[in-house]
């Protein structure tokens, strides 16, 4: 990772009932959740920005990084509520969320589900309504981590996410992203995984009852997690808001994170400035 992406010491890091989580900085709380197979860690140039002036708490899904493995039959709920396990035991009642693909559809889960306890959502890279090609193809890579494991969907997962062949400006990132594949357990990949595989309908009938600004962004030439998906998201949500970034594909948050975080800023300064006051217990 560049020196320039480094995160600043956390505050606190720990453990909290199965959850490995860490906080840094100070001021309103900035959840990040991060995609499927990668960890905490991947926020490393959104710590390092939103740090400066949020309260950013990044932590590891069940069955990634120090977490506990999730159950046989997890369910979104699930992981919803280790993100309101986490708030509870750091005393922190409403959050900003940000998910990333995986971690988007927990984010709309716990905003879906616990709407006192979210003041802002960030779906970034979301899956939602794919074509039945689409949900073949994400369902035959589930049952291949089963049967094979990680290290045999490694190599096809950073050409899908980064392109085919990886550009040369991008093998940087691609290497990083391929230590978080290659270091994740492979049951709690699998297991999660398979949840994500079943997962891109459940929020269609709720996004038209989703209260709150909600910001759905993608990369252009993301195929899996495309700009139509991002753009139905954000039309069934009453404050939805919808954009593209050019150029762009699946990991954008690690590839350009100097526009990923430019964009997620002025998301949150023009709905805080838009929203009525309330009192907040930090």
Known sequence: MKPEQASPLPLVSGTANGTAFSVYGGGEPLVLIHGVGMGKEIWAPQIAEFSRDYKVIVYDMLGHGGSALPAAD??????????????????????????????????????????????????LNAVFMRTPAQRAAVQERAVTLDHTGVAATVDSTLLRWFGEPIPAA???????????????????????????????????????????????????????????????????????????VEGERHMMSVTAPAEINRRLRAFLAATQASAPQEQHQE
Do not use: C
Not at 174 to 200: C, E, I, W
């Open 170 to 244: 991008l093998t940087e990132s691609a290497a990083l992203v391929k230590h978080f594949l290659t270091s994740v357990h492979p049951q709690g990949y699998a297991r999660t995984y398979r949840l994500f595989a079943n997962s891109d309908a459940i929020h269609a009938a709720g996004l038209p009852g989703l209260a709150l600004p909600a910001l759905f962004m993608t990369g252009e030439f993301d195929p899996n997690s495309s700009p139509d998906m991002s753009r139905a998201m954000a039309e069934l949500a009453p404050q939805g808001r919808l954009e593209i």
């Open 74 to 123: 997890v369910t979104l709920k699930d992981y919803a509520a280790q993100l309101v396990d986490l708030l509870d035991h750091l005393k922190v009642d409403a959050a900003n969320v940000v998910g990333h693909s995986m971690g988007a559809l927990v984010a709309l889960e716990f905003a879906l589900h616990y709407p006192q306890r979210t003041r802002r959502l960030v779906a």
